[in-house]
């Protein structure tokens, strides 16, 4: 079997959100970086398995999918050993699906992240997102507020689900592999980027 083919780059919170699922489900992908500030993602052999020039794109032997949460379906659907991820159960699928709006919190605007921390941690009435169970909307979640925290930090006191949602996510054993490191790296870079400005 030809592993599917991600083409991404690791600090992208929707590429790591894709990562999370594929190390979820124990699949292994055949990781291709598309460096855009290299301009990879306008050469000609990308734009034309994705014309809209985007990451994070699958390529599952010739099935072309250029969204990360189409990916993640995708995936969930196709390689999950049960519906635990992704479920089946639509009244459960839609609470999974509402929860993506974290990733719509533009994070320059620390006002704005706070009211989405507020939201995140009202929805954490049990253990995950969607419920008590992990699924692909934690995955979501966890890559943008990863990618927050090192600007706007979560106050353990004011959030202590979202602490306790992160430290439970924080133990799954490919988590600093899929997600961890890229924040830090994309924290890293843009710190870098804030200090040449001033």
């Known amino acids: 079997m030809v592993n599917p083919i991600l083409y991404f780059l690791h600090m992208s919170p929707p590429c790591r959100a894709v990562e999370l699922t594929a190390k979820a489900l124990g699949l292994h992908l055949d990781l291709r970086v598309i ?5 990879d993602h306008l050469k000609s052999e990308y734009l034309k398995m994705n014309p809209r020039h985007t990451i994070p794109l699958l ?8 969204e990360s949460h189409a990916i993640m379906i995708y995936l969930a659907s ?12 639509l ?11 974290c990733r719509e919190i533009p994070p ?4 704005e992240v706070r009211k989405a921390y507020q939201l995140l941690e009202d929805t954490l009435v049990e253990d995950y997102v969607a419920g008590s169970s992990l699924t692909i909307g934690d995955f ?14 979560i106050d353990r006191t004011k959030f202590p689900r979202i602490h306790g949602w992160i430290t439970r996510l924080k133990e799954l054993p490919y988590y600093e592999e899929a997600n961890g490191s890229g924040a830090t790296q994309l924290t890293t870079e843009l710190l870098k980027l804030i200090e040449k400005r001033n």
């Open 35 to 39: 460096n855009l500030m290299a301009g």
């Open 78 to 89: 196709k390689y999950g050993k049960d519906d635990s991820l992704y479920p089946k159960d």
């Open 140 to 153: 979501s979640c966890i890559s943008s507020v990863s990618s927050v925290m090192g600007f706007i930090p």
């Open 108 to 111: 320059a605007k620390a006002e």
């Open 91 to 101: 009244a459960k699928q839609s609470k999974g699906k509402s929860q993506r709006c």
């Open 59 to 66: 390529d599952d032997n010739g099935t072309i999918i250029p």
